[in-house]
């Protein structure tokens, strides 16, 4: 389980309206499922590297837009092996954009962040 940083419990608590419990449902899923990652802020957003921030490069991010919910996923290889099942949302290289909050689904969440955390592929 990553580090819970009191940072990131800043940004989570700051966000209100209908994106809120979505923020806080990705966090408690990266924590949980990111087992040896640490989580911190960086671009302003909420992220997660493999071991000490310093040392490594950010392969998760999540972000509260104006208009939607941004899940940064920056690993080509587990993007690639989940773009069918986020068939319907806005897809960037590595971004999933979520315009309502109800698309948000766990289980595809979960997938992707234990993939992330089991393997190490590129970076985009």
Known sequence: MATPDPAVDAYVEQVTGPRADAVRTLRGLCLAHLD???EGMT???PGYWRGP???GE???AFAAQKQYLSFYVVRTDVMAAHRDRLAGLSVGK???????PEQLDVDIVTSILEMAAA?????C
Do not use: D, H, K, N
């Open 119 to 123: 393997t190490q592929g590129p970076i």
């Open 58 to 60: 950010g392969e998760i």
């Open 43 to 45: 671009y302003g957003m």
């Open 36 to 38: 040896g990652f640490t």
């Open 94 to 100: 590595g971004c999933v954009r979520y315009r309502t």
């Open 53 to 55: 921030v310093a040392e």
